[in-house]
């Protein structure tokens, strides 16, 4: 016989018409015997009931006129389409950062030390408050690449 | 399928006739989920337009991660919270302040016999019994009985463990039922405490 807090967490299923019937034949087993449980099934049940049905409040009368205007309002400042230049700058960058990458990478490859050590190279990628995104490698010889990528300064820009 | 891809991709690649359909779709229940979960503490047309903004505006960046609506009630949730934040205040219940000639309340007078059966009254006690309740537990059953999410759906808005959804639902129907009680002619005895003992039954309970 189930006790009481797994009881509980069945009769949660219950409520919800989740409980395979195995488990609400145990449950109904242990609701037999105990008073407390057959109250607190009572409640899960009545208070659920009560708050599926709570009547809709209708909507303002000004409301989709009010957020009409202030969608179109963003969309000039070129929020809310796939065009928006904002995200597809944030979408290029790692696209771009991978590219400087290799334009890195294969010129010192091919200029590597007869005894097989590449050029020592320090890659550092750094974004700094003011949103700049710098793909930096230090000049090891003539064919030592920098790339430098300067994001918008929307890089940073808050997610919802 | 989910019932809003369609739209949903359309949306992400810049239709404003799609967004605007899936505002016509979920603006009814976004400005219920805040007015059940704030009682009147915060302006529901504000919060739910500025919700509608926030999805506007990142719209593009929609990955499909989640499905668009457990996206749009987390950002319902975070709007919320910025405007309480805000206001800097626990969330109250405003009601109508002329008092009756008896010094009643409006939602004391509503509250008779007569008037439970309006609308207005019955919504009124359902927020003010939510209003009381701590913000965690108000906030996941008014997810799950008032706006009908799944488990698993609330776990994503709210970033909790379903079981962790489960467990506090259970506590916060029990601690409605007293403020409830009196919409389904319940005593209004509280929640029975303690572990497994036989009691009477109902039928019992009604002859003893």
């Known amino acids: 016989m189930i006790g009481c807090e797994d009881a509980r967490r069945l009769i949660v299923g219950r409520v919800d018409g989740t409980l395979s019937s195995p488990l609400n034949h145990a449950l109904d087993r242990h609701l037999a015997v105990c008073g407390a449980c057959r109250e607190a099934a009572d409640t899960q049940h009545v208070v659920s009931s009560i708050l599926r049905h709570r009547p809709d409040e209708p909507m303002p009368a000004m409301f989709w006129s009010e957020l009409s205007e202030r969608l179109d309002a963003a969309r000039k400042q070129g929020w809310g389409s796939a065009a928006n230049w904002r995200a597809w700058s944030l979408r290029l960058v790692p696209v771009a950062a991978a590219a400087a990458i290799l334009a890195f990478v294969v010129p010192q490859s091919r200029h590597a030390r007869s005894d097989g050590e590449l050029s020592t190279a320090l890659v550092s990628l750094a974004v700094p408050p003011g949103g700049l995104l710098a793909l930096t490698a230090p000049r090891a010889d003539d064919d030592s690449a920098m790339v430098v990528l300067l994001a918008n300064e929307w890089w940073q820009e808050e997610r919802p | ?208």
């Open chain 2, 1 to 208: 399928m989910d019932a809003d891809e369609s739209l949903v991709v359309d949306a992400v690649a810049g239709s404003r006739e799609a967004f605007d359909e899936l505002v016509v779709r979920y603006q009814l229940r976004i400005y219920n989920l805040v007015r059940a979960m704030s009682g009147g503490g915060v302006d529901a047309d504000d919060v739910t337009q500025e919700t509608f903004l926030r999805a506007f505006r990142a719209i593009a960046r929609f990955r499909g991660e989640s499905t668009f609506r457990t996206w749009l009630y987390r950002i319902a949730m975070n709007v919320m919270k910025t405007h309480q934040e805000q206001r800097g205040r626990r969330l109250t219940l405003i009601v109508s302040a002329e008092p009756g000639e008896h010094g009643e309340s409006a939602i004391d007078r509503a509250l008779s016999s007569e008037d439970l059966e309006s609308d207005v009254a019955r919504r009124d006690a359902i927020d003010r019994a939510l209003a009381d309740l701590p913000e965690n537990l108000r906030a996941i059953v008014t997810l799950r009985d008032v706006q009908g999410l799944a488990y698993e759906e609330i776990a994503a808005v709210l970033g909790i463990p379903v079981g962790t959804v489960e467990s506090r639902v259970f506590r916060a129907r029990q601690r409605l039922r007293p403020a409830l009680a009196h919409l389904v002619g319940w005593s209004d005895a509280g929640p029975t405490a303690g572990g497994c003992a036989p009691g009477l039954s109902r039928k019992e309970r009604g002859r003893a």
